[in-house]
Protein backbone atom coordinates (compact mmCIF):
# COMPACT_ATOMS: atom_id res chain seq x y z
CA UNK A 1 0.00 0.00 0.00
CA UNK A 2 1.69 2.93 -1.30
CA UNK A 3 0.81 6.48 0.54
CA UNK A 4 1.54 10.16 -0.94
CA UNK A 5 1.32 13.05 1.65
CA UNK A 6 1.51 16.38 -0.58
CA UNK A 7 4.01 17.97 0.99
CA UNK A 8 4.44 21.86 -0.18
CA UNK A 9 5.91 25.36 0.78
CA UNK A 10 4.17 26.82 3.97
CA UNK A 11 2.32 23.49 4.50
CA UNK A 12 0.87 23.56 8.39
CA UNK A 13 3.31 21.12 9.55
CA UNK A 14 0.64 19.34 11.79
CA UNK A 15 -1.35 18.83 9.16
CA UNK A 16 0.55 16.48 7.40
CA UNK A 17 2.58 14.81 10.37
CA UNK A 18 0.39 13.79 12.70
CA UNK A 19 -1.75 11.79 10.29
CA UNK A 20 1.34 10.65 8.79
CA UNK A 21 2.76 9.22 12.13
CA UNK A 22 -0.71 7.06 12.50
CA UNK A 23 -0.48 6.03 9.25
CA UNK A 24 3.24 5.08 9.53
CA UNK A 25 1.40 2.71 11.90
CA UNK A 26 -0.70 1.03 9.18
CA UNK A 27 1.47 -1.99 8.94
CA UNK A 28 1.64 -4.61 6.36
CA UNK A 29 3.32 -3.17 3.57
CA UNK A 30 2.37 0.29 3.76
CA UNK A 31 4.86 2.79 2.38
CA UNK A 32 4.75 6.75 3.43
CA UNK A 33 6.24 9.12 0.82
CA UNK A 34 6.14 13.00 1.50
CA UNK A 35 5.95 14.44 -1.72
CA UNK A 36 7.56 17.78 -3.75
CA UNK A 37 8.77 18.99 -6.88
CA UNK A 38 12.57 18.04 -5.23
CA UNK A 39 13.78 16.72 -2.71
CA UNK A 40 15.13 19.96 -1.48
CA UNK A 41 13.85 20.65 1.90
CA UNK A 42 10.79 22.43 2.22
CA UNK A 43 9.96 25.22 4.82
CA UNK A 44 6.68 24.66 6.91
CA UNK A 45 4.64 27.64 8.37
CA UNK A 46 6.26 26.18 12.03
CA UNK A 47 9.57 27.56 11.01
CA UNK A 48 11.32 24.60 10.26
CA UNK A 49 11.42 22.56 6.80
CA UNK A 50 10.34 18.52 6.15
CA UNK A 51 12.57 17.31 3.87
CA UNK A 52 11.20 15.38 0.79
CA UNK A 53 11.65 11.44 0.35
CA UNK A 54 10.27 11.26 -3.34
CA UNK A 55 9.29 13.90 -6.11
CA UNK A 56 6.25 13.95 -8.60
CA UNK A 57 8.19 11.70 -10.88
CA UNK A 58 8.69 9.14 -8.55
CA UNK A 59 5.01 8.82 -7.00
CA UNK A 60 3.57 8.57 -10.44
CA UNK A 61 0.31 6.70 -8.77
CA UNK A 62 -0.43 5.54 -5.20
CA UNK A 63 -3.19 3.89 -3.14
CA UNK A 64 -3.90 6.54 -0.41
CA UNK A 65 -3.54 10.82 -1.88
CA UNK A 66 -3.19 12.84 1.17
CA UNK A 67 -3.20 16.31 1.27
CA UNK A 68 -1.97 18.73 3.90
CA UNK A 69 -3.28 22.45 4.16
CA UNK A 70 -1.54 25.79 5.07
CA UNK A 71 -1.31 29.11 4.10
CA UNK A 72 0.43 27.75 0.92
CA UNK A 73 -2.54 26.20 -0.48
CA UNK A 74 -3.36 29.00 -3.03
CA UNK A 75 0.24 28.81 -4.38
CA UNK A 76 -0.13 25.46 -5.06
CA UNK A 77 -3.55 25.81 -6.71
CA UNK A 78 -1.82 28.49 -9.00
CA UNK A 79 1.31 25.39 -9.98
CA UNK A 80 0.80 23.44 -12.45
CA UNK A 81 3.18 20.91 -12.04
CA UNK A 82 1.46 20.03 -8.29
CA UNK A 83 -2.15 20.23 -9.70
CA UNK A 84 -0.78 17.95 -12.36
CA UNK A 85 0.65 15.60 -9.94
CA UNK A 86 -2.75 16.00 -7.46
CA UNK A 87 -5.00 15.07 -10.55
CA UNK A 88 -3.01 12.24 -11.43
CA UNK A 89 -2.69 10.39 -8.51
CA UNK A 90 -5.99 11.47 -7.37
CA UNK A 91 -7.76 9.88 -10.27
CA UNK A 92 -6.61 6.31 -9.91
CA UNK A 93 -6.08 6.46 -5.81
CA UNK A 94 -8.28 4.32 -3.83
CA UNK A 95 -8.40 6.80 -0.96
CA UNK A 96 -8.04 10.69 -2.12
CA UNK A 97 -7.98 12.04 1.47
CA UNK A 98 -7.34 15.79 2.59
CA UNK A 99 -6.62 17.45 6.25
CA UNK A 100 -7.60 21.28 7.31
CA UNK A 101 -7.38 23.24 4.04
CA UNK A 102 -5.55 20.89 1.97
CA UNK A 103 -9.20 19.76 0.55
CA UNK A 104 -9.58 22.80 -1.25
CA UNK A 105 -6.52 21.86 -3.71
CA UNK A 106 -8.27 18.46 -3.95
CA UNK A 107 -11.13 20.78 -4.94
CA UNK A 108 -9.34 22.69 -7.56
CA UNK A 109 -7.92 19.63 -8.99
CA UNK A 110 -11.88 18.54 -9.12
CA UNK A 111 -11.94 15.72 -7.11
CA UNK A 112 -14.33 17.07 -4.93
CA UNK A 113 -17.32 17.57 -6.82
CA UNK A 114 -20.57 16.45 -5.33
CA UNK A 115 -18.92 14.85 -2.72
CA UNK A 116 -19.62 15.86 1.02
CA UNK A 117 -16.22 17.11 2.66
CA UNK A 118 -14.99 19.47 5.40
CA UNK A 119 -12.44 21.64 6.09
CA UNK A 120 -10.51 24.50 8.16
CA UNK A 121 -13.79 26.32 9.97
CA UNK A 122 -12.56 29.54 8.36
CA UNK A 123 -12.15 28.42 5.56
CA UNK A 124 -15.50 26.19 5.14
CA UNK A 125 -17.46 28.32 2.67
CA UNK A 126 -14.56 28.28 0.24
CA UNK A 127 -15.84 24.12 -0.57
CA UNK A 128 -18.34 25.23 -2.50
CA UNK A 129 -16.72 27.20 -5.02
CA UNK A 130 -14.84 24.00 -6.09
CA UNK A 131 -18.52 21.77 -6.00
CA UNK A 132 -18.22 19.91 -2.57
CA UNK A 133 -20.71 20.08 0.05
CA UNK A 134 -19.59 21.59 3.07
CA UNK A 135 -20.23 19.50 6.12
CA UNK A 136 -18.81 20.69 9.45
CA UNK A 137 -17.44 17.93 10.79
CA UNK A 138 -14.03 16.99 12.61
CA UNK A 139 -13.67 13.89 9.63
CA UNK A 140 -16.57 13.55 6.48
CA UNK A 141 -16.39 10.33 5.07
CA UNK A 142 -18.46 10.29 1.45
CA UNK A 143 -17.29 6.93 -0.51
CA UNK A 144 -14.03 7.29 -1.06
CA UNK A 145 -13.16 10.67 -0.02
CA UNK A 146 -11.87 10.90 3.22
CA UNK A 147 -11.08 14.88 4.43
CA UNK A 148 -10.44 16.47 7.96
CA UNK A 149 -11.08 19.33 9.51
CA UNK A 150 -8.46 22.02 11.52
CA UNK A 151 -5.12 21.10 11.98
CA UNK A 152 -5.60 19.01 14.82
CA UNK A 153 -8.66 16.66 13.45
CA UNK A 154 -6.46 15.12 10.79
CA UNK A 155 -5.17 12.65 14.21
CA UNK A 156 -9.22 11.97 13.91
CA UNK A 157 -9.07 11.88 10.50
CA UNK A 158 -6.09 9.35 10.30
CA UNK A 159 -7.68 7.40 13.05
CA UNK A 160 -11.10 6.85 11.15
CA UNK A 161 -9.11 6.25 8.17
CA UNK A 162 -7.17 3.56 9.84
CA UNK A 163 -10.47 1.86 11.26
CA UNK A 164 -11.91 1.67 7.24
CA UNK A 165 -8.53 0.48 6.08
CA UNK A 166 -7.65 -1.95 8.72
CA UNK A 167 -10.51 -2.31 11.16
CA UNK A 168 -11.87 -0.28 14.57
CA UNK A 169 -9.53 -2.92 16.49
CA UNK A 170 -6.59 -1.53 15.08
CA UNK A 171 -7.49 1.94 14.99
CA UNK A 172 -8.37 1.64 18.64
CA UNK A 173 -4.64 -0.01 19.33
CA UNK A 174 -3.38 2.94 17.79
CA UNK A 175 -5.22 5.60 19.77
CA UNK A 176 -3.64 3.82 22.72
CA UNK A 177 -0.21 3.64 21.82
CA UNK A 178 -0.05 7.30 20.84
CA UNK A 179 -2.05 8.20 24.10
CA UNK A 180 -4.97 10.56 21.93
CA UNK A 181 -7.34 11.08 24.98
CA UNK A 182 -7.48 14.77 24.77
CA UNK A 183 -8.03 17.38 27.80
CA UNK A 184 -7.66 20.56 26.10
CA UNK A 185 -6.73 23.31 28.84
CA UNK A 186 -9.44 25.75 27.48
CA UNK A 187 -12.67 25.48 26.06
CA UNK A 188 -12.00 27.47 22.78
CA UNK A 189 -11.53 24.73 19.99
CA UNK A 190 -13.92 25.56 17.60
CA UNK A 191 -16.18 28.48 16.86
CA UNK A 192 -18.78 27.51 18.89
CA UNK A 193 -17.39 27.53 21.78
CA UNK A 194 -14.39 29.89 21.46
CA UNK A 195 -17.10 33.35 21.22
CA UNK A 196 -16.87 36.27 19.15
CA UNK A 197 -14.36 37.92 20.19
CA UNK A 198 -11.86 34.77 19.70
CA UNK A 199 -13.26 34.71 16.87
CA UNK A 200 -12.48 37.85 15.37
CA UNK A 201 -9.22 37.75 16.96
CA UNK A 202 -8.19 34.78 14.89
CA UNK A 203 -9.74 35.92 11.19
CA UNK A 204 -7.82 39.35 11.27
CA UNK A 205 -4.64 37.06 12.22
CA UNK A 206 -5.68 35.04 9.09
CA UNK A 207 -6.02 37.96 7.60
CA UNK A 208 -2.91 38.98 7.55
CA UNK A 209 -1.22 35.95 6.68
CA UNK A 210 -2.98 35.43 3.48
CA UNK A 211 -5.16 38.90 2.47
CA UNK A 212 -6.08 38.01 -0.60
CA UNK A 213 -7.13 34.42 -0.02
CA UNK A 214 -10.77 34.53 -0.82
CA UNK A 215 -9.80 36.36 -4.21
CA UNK A 216 -7.43 34.20 -4.97
CA UNK A 217 -9.65 31.22 -4.40
CA UNK A 218 -12.89 32.43 -6.87
CA UNK A 219 -10.15 33.16 -9.47
CA UNK A 220 -8.65 29.80 -9.37
CA UNK A 221 -12.36 28.13 -9.34
CA UNK A 222 -13.33 30.45 -12.79
CA UNK A 223 -10.10 29.61 -13.75
CA UNK A 224 -10.66 25.78 -13.47
CA UNK A 225 -14.34 25.98 -14.95
CA UNK A 226 -15.89 26.39 -11.92
CA UNK A 227 -19.52 28.47 -12.02
Not at 18 to 45: E, I
Not at 81 to 98: D, I, L, P, Y
Not at 117 to 136: D, K, M, N, Y
Not at 178 to 202: C, H, N, T
Request: charged letters at 20%.
Amino acid sequence: MRIAFLLFPNVTQLDLTGPAQVLSRLGGDARLDLVWKSLVPVPTDAGFSIVPTATFADVPAADILCVPGGMGVTRVIEDEAAMAWVERVGGGAAWVTSVCTGSLILGAAGLLRGYRATTHWAWHEHLALFGAEPVRARTVVDRNRVTGGGVTAGIDFALTLTALLRGEDHARLLQLGFEYDPQPPFDAGSPDSAGEVLIEAYRRRADKLAPDRAAELRVAAARRGFS
